[in-house]
T-cell receptor, first 114, second 112 residues
Framework: NAGVTQTPKFQVLKTGQSMTLQCAQD?????MSWYRQDPGMGLRLIHY???????DQGEVPNGYNVSRSTTEDFPLRLLSAAPSQTSVYFC?????????????FGQGTRLTVV | EDQVTQSPEALRLQEGESSSLNCSYT??????LFWYRQDPGKGPEFLFT???AGEEKEKERLKATLTKKESFLHITAPKPEDSATYLC?????????????FGKGTKLTVNP
């Protein structure tokens, strides 16, 4: 099993550019989520999905869009990148929100916006 | 406001020197508490889930405990490979869904 795969691992964007961070899992998990991790702060939830076709906002959703057309994939889109979006982004998945297991995280995407 | 505070921010131990990490929380609608380990450049790795006060979980040199207001991660006779950042997260019920609120983490360094 590959688990949770994130691509790319590193990315540099110019302010105003758009891009999509990819996240795929091969465990048939219903619940997927995106977090950002900034120095001196805890992981913060951006968006999450409880299944294909269903998404919802987390704590810091502004500037990000998501969609969930399949169970496997949960891409995160930055429509117009800003320096404040410089961060490390993690995708996570688990069977469902009630699962006692804390979930699998990807390796992260380190994004720099200049 | 829901808050999770971890202390200390950083901890240096000698190999074999036991200690504890603390995670205190003020949240409404607690649905569980999670501990993760995060190595540099990697994503968090799940360690434990605790649901009720008095509950304990163990894995190798690690033992997690939970009270009504805090959780402890006890590390017994640590080894250098236990060096990592340990994250605590509480699961809360919010607006019909359940979400995780993370602490900032404790960076543990174990010297040989």
């Amino acid at each position: 099993n590959a688990g949770v795969t994130q691509t790319p691992k590193f990315q540099v964007l110019k302010t105003g550019q758009s891009m999509t961070l990819q996240c795929a899992q091969d465990m048939n998990h219903e619940y997927m989520s995106w977090y950002r991790q900034d120095p001196g702060m805890g992981l913060r939830l951006i968006h999450y999905s409880v299944g294909a076709g269903i998404t919802d906002q987390g704590e810091v959703p502004n500037g990000y869009n998501v969609s969930r057309s399949t169970t496997e994939d949960f891409p995160l889109r930055l429509l117009s990148a800003a320096p404040s979006q410089t961060s490390v982004y993690f995708c996570a998945s688990k069977v469902n929100p009630l699962d006692v297991f804390g979930g699998f995280f990807g390796q992260g995407t380190r994004l720099t916006v200049v | 406001e829901d808050q999770v505070t971890q202390s200390p921010e950083a901890l240096r131990l000698q190999e074999g020197e036991s200690s504890s990490l603390n995670c205190s929380y003020t949240v409404s609608g607690l649905r569980g508490l999670f501990w993760y380990r995060q190595d540099p450049g990697k994503g968090p790795e799940f360690l434990f889930t605790l649901y009720s006060a008095g509950e304990e979980k163990e894995k190798e040199r690690l033992k997690a405990t939970l009270t009504k207001k805090e959780s402890f991660l006890h590390i017994t006779a640590p080894k250098p490979e236990d060096s990592a950042t340990y994250l605590c997260a509480v699961k809360i019920s919010q607006g019909g869904s359940e979400k995780l609120v993370f602490g900032k983490g404790t960076k543990l360094t174990v010297n040989p």
